[in-house]
T-cell receptor, first 112, second 110 residues
């Protein structure tokens, strides 16, 4: 079946730094990718929808200048958390659409 | 905005028991997903369905569009089935982000 990878799987960074998370569809092309966030003991929440070659669509309450999304090719979308703060610590999951949503394994971000 | 409710929130059962997890949603959908999340966090898609019933191994998913309700059943449950099961609603066309339920934390004891 279709595989979606994320890199890194886990990252620890200092407050104020920026962190880039990659989401790749390995064996299919995805015109649409999604970024979700999950805080401990809570459900996943959609952050943004990323379409190849156009600007991402952000959900209400998600700061587009803080969470930069780039979908430069049909197999790669990146999420950059700029000037990360401890409250950004979370589990970030991407999914890619190809007649079905295929989920990546997630990236656990810890901001100290 | 679709509201997705799951029940129960937590379920502990003995190995071999028949398990049912319920999901209801408030707005009509194009599809409903059942997902499995293990302690490490990774998510596996179990089913996507828009009508009727689907079966995969010991897992069965059903949906009633009129009642806006779906169920996930596990037959002959096993400790390796222990995980969080999440239903998610696709309210728009196919390539739309999902609205997730809070999940059901299932523990199967040997």
């Amino acid at each position: 079946g279709a595989v979606v990878s994320q890199h890194p799987s886990r990252v620890i960074c200092k407050s104020g730094t920026s962190v880039k998370i990659e989401c790749r569809s390995l064996d299919f092309q995805a015109t649409t990718m999604f970024w979700y966030r999950q805080f401990p003991k809570q459900s996943l929440m959609l952050m943004a929808t990323s379409n190849e070659g156009s600007k991402a669509t952000y959900e209400q309450g998600v700061e587009k200048d803080k969470f930069l999304i780039n979908h430069a090719s049909l197999t790669l979308s990146t999420l950059t958390v700029t000037s990360a703060h401890p409250e950004d610590s979370s589990f970030y999951i991407c999914s890619a659409w190809d007649s079905y949503q295929y989920f990546g394994p997630g990236t656990r971000l810890l901001v100290l | 905005k679709n509201e997705v409710e799951q029940s129960p929130q937590n379920l502990t059962a003995q190995e071999g028991e028949f398990i049912t997890i319920n999901c209801s949603y408030s707005v009509g959908i194009s599809a409903l997903h059942w997902l499995q999340q293990h302690p490490g966090g990774g998510i596996v898609s179990l089913f996507m369905l828009s009508s009727g019933k689907k079966k995969h191994g010991r897992l069965i998913a059903t949906i009633n569009i009129q009642e806006k309700h779906s169920s996930l059943h596990i037959t002959a449950s096993h400790p390796r089935d222990s995980a969080v099961y999440i239903c998610a609603a696709n309210s728009g066309g196919g390539a739309d982000g999902l609205t997730f339920g809070k999940g059901t934390h299932l523990i199967i004891q040997p």
